[in-house]
Nanobody, 124 residues
Framework: EVKLVESGGGLVQPGESLRLSCETA????????MSWVRQAPGNGLEWVAR????????YYAESVKGRFNISRDNAKNTLYLQLNDLTTDASAMYYC?????????????????WGQGTQVTVSS
């Protein structure tokens, strides 16, 4: 069965950092690009970052450029997101997915795999 399990979220203060992980199984992780997508309360899904299958092509939402870093370890079938210098507007549920574009990541459709998310809360 397909599994995507996010972890690493938590409650932090502004300026602190977190490292999120997404451990996967049951699909060809190493041959697929992967994305991080987040959803704040009352908001829709917001694509955050994407990495190509080998980790050589990286894309970030403008709102997180320079602060977040996406990476992957294909040997471990794991996707990572480093969140640095966190601000309160980063508070959201963070999901990993094999969605690949703003459009395909805008809804948790049956065409893509999604984890259950890990909660990041940044409180002042």
């Amino acid at each position: 069965e397909v599994k995507l399990v996010e972890s690493g979220g938590g409650l932090v203060q502004p300026g602190e950092s977190l490292r999120l992980s997404c451990e996967t199984a049951g699909f060809a992780f190493s041959s697929q690009g992967m994305s991080w997508v987040r959803q704040a309360p009352g908001n829709g899904l917001e694509w955050v970052a994407r990495t190509s299958n080998r980790g050589t092509n990286i894309y970030y939402a403008e709102s997180v450029k320079g602060r977040f870093n996406i990476s992957r370890d294909n040997a471990k079938n794991t996707l990572y997101l480093q969140l640095n210098d966190l601000t309160t507007d980063a508070s959201a549920m963070y999901y990993c997915s094999n969605c690949y574009s703003l459009s395909s990541c805008s809804a948790q459709t049956a065409g893509y795999y999604w984890g259950q998310g890990t909660q990041v809360t940044v409180s002042s």
